[in-house]
C-alpha cells in the first residue's frame, strides 16, 4: 500500500520525518508527478511558509484585509487534490479499496478529478474520472496526463445528476468498482475543516503578529462545489463562535437560494443539490454571485494590459497584481466577491478579517479567456477601468440570504432529494445530521485514521527490518 501524510502531517509538513521532507521538496517542481510529492499536500510550500496573499484594497475598495489561500501549488495544481488523497487513504486503510484489485471512479465536475487521477496514480490505483462533456479542454488534458480515463457525461457545471447516473452505470458493471464521491465521504470535509480550518487559524494569527487584523477571521467565504472546503469553517467557529461562515452559488443556478436551477459557468461549484457533507445547518448566510462577473473578472486580471490599469491608474502593487493574474481561475474571483459582499453585508473593519480560497488557477482557463477575448475583445484602459468599478469595487449587497433557523432547515431539507430518493441514504441518516453531534464524531475521526496510519507505517518498518 502506498501511503502518504497523515492529516497532522498535511497540516505542519515541519513534522514530516527529515528523509521523506527533503525528498519531497526536490521533486516539487523537478519531478511533478513523482510519489513523494503526496507529502507537498499542504497549504504550506516548501519553507513552511502559508500559500495566501492579501488582496489589494485598490482592488476590492474596503479596508478589511482579505486574505486569499491559494491551491495553485498543490499538487495537481488545485487544493482538491487534498480531498482526493483524504477520501482514497480513509478508504485503504478500513480495507474498503485494494489498489491490486478495485478500479476507481472519481465522479467530478473537474478539479477533484483531477486530483483523483493524479492520487490514484501516484497510489498505484486504475482511475476512472466521470466528468461533464462541457467543462475546460484544459481539465480533460490535466486528467489524461496523469494517466485516468475519462468517461464523459452530458452537460456542464450543474448537470451532477448525470454524473450520478454514469456512476451507478459503473457500479454494476463488476465488484472491481469503488466509487469514491467527494459529495458524500467525509474525507473530504475531515481534510478541509482540519487542514484548511487549522491553516486559517495560524494564518490569522501569523497577520496579527504582523500588525494585520486582530488575530481573528471574522468570516469564511467559500462557493460549494462539493461543499468540502466550507467545512473549514466548522472548525473556525469553534475557536471563534462569533466567526461567521458564507456560502455562495451562482445566480444562474441558485439552488440554497431559492430552489433555482440552471447552467452555468462557474465551473467547480453551484452543483444543483446540497451535498451529503455540508453542514449547513452551521452557516450564517448565502450569497449568489453572478458567472459573467466572475469570467469578466478574471479575464480583467489576466490581461497584461487591463492589470497595468490597476497599477497606474489605482495605485496598486505590480507584484500582488502580477500575482493575481496567474494564481486565479473563475471560482477564485468568485469567492473573492463573495468576500467583498460579506465585509459589507456585516460591516466588517480595518481589524476584521475575511478569508477565502483559489481553488485553482489560470492555467486551467487559457481557453475560456480566449473565448472571452473573442466575444469582447481584449480590454483597454477604459473598459479595465469600468470592470474594476463594476465587478469588484462595486460588488454589492443583493442576494444575500442570511442564514436564520428556519432558513438553515429548508437548506437541510433539500438534502432529501438527492441523498434519500436517489442515492440510498434513510430517512434515519438524515435526521441524524440535525445534531451537531454527528459532525462532531466525524470530526474526531481524524485522530482515529492518523493513529491508524502511524500504526501501518510501524508495521511496515518492522518487517522491513
Not at 462569533?242 to 440554497?256: A, R
Request: charged share 25%; glycine share 10%.
Amino acid at each position: 500500500m502506498i501511503t502518504g501524510p497523515t492529516f497532522e502531517e498535511m497540516l505542519r509538513p515541519a513534522r514530516i520525518e527529515a528523509g521523506t521532507r527533503r525528498r519531497a521538496r526536490q521533486v516539487r517542481d523537478s519531478e511533478p508527478q513523482d510519489v513523494h510529492n503526496l507529502f507537498n499536500i499542504s497549504w504550506r510550500d516548501s519553507d513552511d511558509r502559508i500559500m495566501y496573499f492579501l488582496l489589494p484594497p485598490q482592488l476590492t475598495g474596503v479596508e478589511t484585509p482579505i486574505a486569499v489561500l491559494y491551491g495553485r501549488d498543490f499538487p495537481s495544481g488545485s487544493h482538491k487534490v487534498g480531498a482526493a488523497y483524504s477520501v482514497l487513504l480513509e478508504l485503504e486503510l478500513f480495507g474498503e479499496v485494494d489498489p491490486a484489485q478495485h478500479t476507481l471512479v472519481w465522479p467530478s465536475t473537474g478539479n477533484y478529478g483531477i486530483g483523483g487521477a493524479w492520487v490514484g496514480g501516484r497510489m498505484g490505483c486504475d482511475s476512472v474520472v466521470v466528468l461533464p462533456e462541457g467543462m475546460s479542454r484544459e481539465r480533460f488534458e490535466r486528467i489524461e496526463q496523469y494517466g485516468a480515463r475519462i468517461r464523459r457525461t452530458v452537460g456542464s457545471e450543474s448537470n451532477v445528476k448525470e454524473i450520478y447516473d454514469e456512476t451507478r452505470r459503473l457500479r454494476e458493471s463488476g465488484d472491481h468498482i469503488r466509487i469514491l464521491n467527494q459529495f458524500d465521504l467525509m474525507g473530504n470535509y475531515r481534510f478541509h475543516y482540519y487542514v484548511t480550518g487549522n491553516t486559517i487559524a495560524e494564518l490569522a494569527d501569523e497577520l496579527a503578529r504582523s500588525g494585520i487584523g486582530s488575530g481573528v477571521a471574522s468570516a469564511f467565504v467559500s462557493a460549494m462545489g462539493s461543499a468540502g472546503t466550507i467545512a473549514a469553517g466548522d472548525r473556525l467557529k469553534q475557536i471563534w463562535p462569533q466567526h461567521k461562515i458564507v456560502g455562495l452559488e451562482p445566480q444562474q443556478c441558485p439552488t440554497l437560494y431559492n430552489n433555482g436551477y440552471g447552467a452555468h459557468d462557474i465551473e467547480g461549484i453551484g452543483d444543483k443539490h446540497v451535498t451529503w457533507i455540508h453542514n449547513v445547518l452551521n452557516m450564517d448566510a448565502l450569497m449568489c454571485i453572478d458567472d459573467r462577473a466572475c469570467k469578466q473578472g478574471l479575464q480583467l486580471l489576466s490581461e497584461s494590459r487591463a492589470r497595468q490599469v490597476l497599477v497606474e491608474r489605482y495605485g496598486a502593487d505590480p507584484a500582488l497584481v502580477a500575482l493575481l493574474g496567474t494564481h486565479l481561475g473563475i471560482s477564485g474571483v468568485c469567492n473573492i466577491l463573495g468576500a467583498i459582499k460579506t465585509v459589507r453585508h456585516y460591516g466588517f473593519g480595518a481589524d476584521d478579517l475575511v478569508v477565502t480560497v483559489a481553488t485553482d488557477a489560470l492555467d486551467r482557463y487559457h481557453s475560456v479567456m480566449v473565448d472571452m477575448a473573442r466575444q469582447y475583445g481584449e480590454l483597454d484602459e477604459a473598459a479595465a477601468t469600468g470592470r474594476i468599478e463594476r465587478i469588484f469595487r462595486g460588488a454589492g449587497q443583493d442576494w444575500i440570504l442570511p442564514g436564520t433557523p428556519d432558513v438553515r432547515q429548508r437548506w437541510h431539507n433539500l438534502k432529501y432529494y438527492t441523498w434519500v430518493e436517489q442515492q440510498g441514504k434513510t430517512v434515519e441518516e438524515l435526521d441524524a445530521q440535525r445534531d451537531p453531534a454527528w459532525w462532531e464524531a466525524g470530526q474526531r475521526r481524524v485522530a482515529e485514521i492518523d493513529g491508524r496510519l502511524l500504526r501501518l507505517r510501524a508495521s511496515e518498518a518492522t518487517a522491513a527490518s
